[in-house]
């Protein structure tokens, strides 16, 4: 398979649930991404790991917990969410974005609903 | 802090309308550009993009951008509309750190 894979593609959750999304890239890149996107509004920053090191933390809650073992994986683990926390969760892979093209390619997301 | 500015939400027309989406900026050094398109049920995908060069820009499918560093803007083109251009169109701007700045969207749908 190719490009950027996510699963699972929908998930349900209660408040007191713990879940994971995975995020897997086949394209040889350094740097993953995890983006909250909610309806008009533009999507947010949540994680980035260069090289399999956490390079941004965009003021998350620690209800949401990344995980990056390797560089072709990426985890969030979700637990103890909250009714507002329900969005797509979008998962990008790019080159190291210092190196100067920054182009980040996409999963198909996971939509989230927490009740 | 940068931020990118979409004008419309929505935008409506009909196929073989012309189509200008606008996108401004708020930092005014050296920045990357991104356009992309995120069709129904599908996963966000790159347009075009601009780094340094020739401030008009063609991407995939027809479309274009001007970059216009005086007016902080890279607003996105096509002469013609089809039906399969509805969609979801994002502008992205890199940042001090190269990370990329969202727009929030303008949806654009395409009556047949």
């Known amino acids: 398979e190719t490009g950027v894979t996510q699963t699972p593609r929908h998930l349900v959750m209660g408040m007191t649930n713990k879940k994971s999304l995975k995020c897997e890239q086949h394209l040889g890149h350094n740097a993953m991404y995890w983006y909250k996107q909610s309806a008009k509004k533009p999507l947010e920053l949540m994680f980035v790991y260069n090289f399999k090191e956490q390079t941004e933390n965009n003021s998350v809650p620690s209800r949401f917990s990344p995980e990056c073992p390797n560089s072709s994986h990426l985890f969030l683990h979700l637990h103890t969410l909250q009714p507002e926390d329900s969005a797509l969760y979008l998962c990008a892979s790019s080159q190291e974005p210092r190196g100067g093209d920054n182009e980040q390619f996409f999963g198909p997301g996971t939509r989230l609903t927490v009740l | ?112």
């Open chain 2, 1 to 112: 802090a940068q931020s990118v500015s979409q004008h419309n939400h929505h935008v409506i027309l009909s196929e073989a309308a012309s189509l200008e989406l606008g996108c401004n900026y708020s930092y005014g050094g050296t920045v990357n550009l991104f356009w992309y398109v995120q069709y129904p049920g599908q996963h966000l995908q790159l347009l075009l993009k601009y780094f340094s060069g020739d401030p008009l820009v063609k991407g995939i499918k027809g479309f274009e951008a001007e970059f216009i560093k005086s007016k902080f803007s890279f607003n996105l083109r096509k002469p013609s509309v089809q039906w399969s251009d509805t969609a979801e169109y994002f502008c992205a701007v890199t940042d001090s750190n190269y990370q990329l700045i969202w727009g929030a969207g303008t949806k654009l749908i395409i009556k047949p």
